[in-house]
């Protein structure tokens, strides 16, 4: 739109885009407001749109993720900088790098707290767990929230507990449409695992609570893809995205070596491609903890927002990814050189 078009031209404009079935995504920005359409575009007549009073031009945005990509918000706030997502009082995409850090699954509210201490004195911000397990086995321990509603409630509780204790904000991942709501009262923000990146109702879903979502790339999605499947949640109106790199599928007998194969590269593509941060995790990614140290410290190199580690004070007693969980101590060095590392390139990112 013009610079001085009046909200009763935006608000045409929008009626204009109804008609057509489709919907209209509104950002207002400092100087200017852009409007993107939502939907299936081949039943607009797009050129009809360029002459409608206040706009200044109707430009096609090609790409398949449009309403999270740079091209868009370049065109709103003049800048195309990444935006800071908040989750409760920790920005994500901001300054430094934010570390996301806890157990693979909440097991007793003891194990919880007494990580949550650890993770906490070790510099994390914000503390993970799994109430709900994605799990490729029947017969393996399925989280808490397996057994019950009311475990996964309990369970929740001690996340929140544990989150206002030690002043960490707390997210656990959704793994179906009806554990959303349960979940979404109790964490700051909502994680939607890799085996659920292509599940659009559960993403709709779970966009439609506001809340900020930790969004995995599948392990066999394509860049394409995965942005592709992120702009279901901004669809929704809701551009609190942070993106999650955690690991493809080895190739040959790389599966031999690690769980997946962390793809480095993606992270400074998706930064050049979208104003969404991202953060990688390199414990599913490498499934080794004598790995994590590293592939963190590469990650932060590549230009990563911030990283999701798995912590336990003794990992060889977690009920689930014990082989790929370091301590307290070792996340304190992870994240001590990871900003060292930070600084270093901070100037040079991008
Ligand atoms: C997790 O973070 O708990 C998890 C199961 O990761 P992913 O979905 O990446 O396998
Ligand atoms: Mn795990």
Redo the contacts with the bound molecule.
Sequence with gaps: MKSEATDAEIANVVKEIRKYGLKADVSRGEFRTVIGLVGDESKIPFSNFAVLPGVKEAVMVERPYKLISKEYSRRFDGAAECRVVKVGNVGIGGDEPVFIAGP?AVESKQQLFKIAEGIKKAGAHIL?G?VF??RSSVHSFQGLGAIGWKEAEEALSWLREAGDKFELSVIT?VRGETQVDLVAKYTDML?I???NMYDQDLITTMARKNKPILF?RHFGAGIEEFLSFSEYIAAEGNKDIVL?E?GVLPLGKGKDYTRYTLDLAAIPVIQKETYLPIVA?PS?ATGRRDLVFNMSCAAIAAGANGL?IEVHYNPAESLVDSQQIITPDELKEVIGTCRRIHRLIATKKN
């Design positions: 693979c993970r799994g397990k994605p991942e994680q695992g890799t085996r995995k999650c955690r995790d599913h999701m």
